[in-house]
């Protein structure tokens, strides 16, 4: 799994949709329902329950949902002191 599927994932909780998460992320909504059933299937978890009315975050996915963000925050810290505060990179 990716960096960019870990936000695609947190993008998708955080709006509740599918469909206007990617409208968000400026991608189509098949390949966003992709890249989640592939994370998906290789954490070996279902993360959402999905539904006519959206989707809802399964106990497994809760779960998965804490460590992302985690993870999200660290890869910013890290762009934050290494990437953008380059000497003469700003």
Known sequence: ???QQ???ILKVAEVGSITEAAKMLFI???SLSNSIKETEKEAG???FH???TGIT???DGAEFLGYARQVIQQMELL????V???PGGK
């Open 1 to 3: 799994m990716t960096v």
């Open 28 to 30: 189509s909504q098949p």
């Open 79 to 82: 762009e934050d002191r290494y």
């Open 45 to 47: 978890i279902t993360i």
């Open 57 to 59: 975050l399964t106990k």
């Open 84 to 86: 953008t505060n380059l």
């Open 50 to 52: 999905r539904s006519r």
């Open 6 to 8: 870990l936000k695609y």
